[in-house]
């Protein structure tokens, strides 16, 4: 039969101790991960919509929204004279 000193399970505690930190760490790290893809797609995203909206804007001015119950939408693009 097995006989265990207190040393013994007070070894057996640290190493245990130990994986159950290297797991939270992990886990916490690929959270962290996970959170800053998230929003490196975001600013991607925001950036593909603007490079849009401007290409839009310099092809001709914005498009507008088509005209519901009779009411004509109409945007019109404002441009800021070129200063030298």
Same mark, same amino acid.
């Given at each position: 039969?097995?006989?265990?000193? !207190?040393?013994?399970?007070?070894?057996? &505690?640290?190493?245990? @101790? &130990? /994986? @159950? +930190?290297? *797991?939270?760490?992990?886990? &916490?790290?690929?959270?962290?991960?996970?959170?800053?893809?998230?929003?490196?797609?975001?600013?991607? +995203?925001?950036?593909?919509?603007?490079?849009?909206?401007? @290409?839009?804007? !310099? +092809? /001709? /001015?914005?498009?507008?929204?088509?005209?519901? *119950? /009779? *009411?004509?939408?109409?945007?019109?693009? !404002?441009?800021?004279?070129?200063?030298?």
């Amino acid at each position: 039969m097995f006989r265990f000193t !207190i040393r013994d399970v007070l070894w057996l &505690m640290v190493v245990v @101790a &130990m /994986g @159950a +930190a290297w *797991r939270y760490d992990r886990r &916490m790290a690929e959270q962290e991960r996970e959170a800053t893809v998230k929003e490196r797609d975001a600013a991607i +995203a925001n950036e593909r919509r603007i490079a849009e909206l401007r @290409a839009r804007e !310099i +092809a /001709g /001015g914005l498009i507008a929204e088509p005209p519901s *119950r /009779g *009411r004509i939408n109409r945007v019109e693009s !404002i441009r800021a004279p070129i200063v030298d």
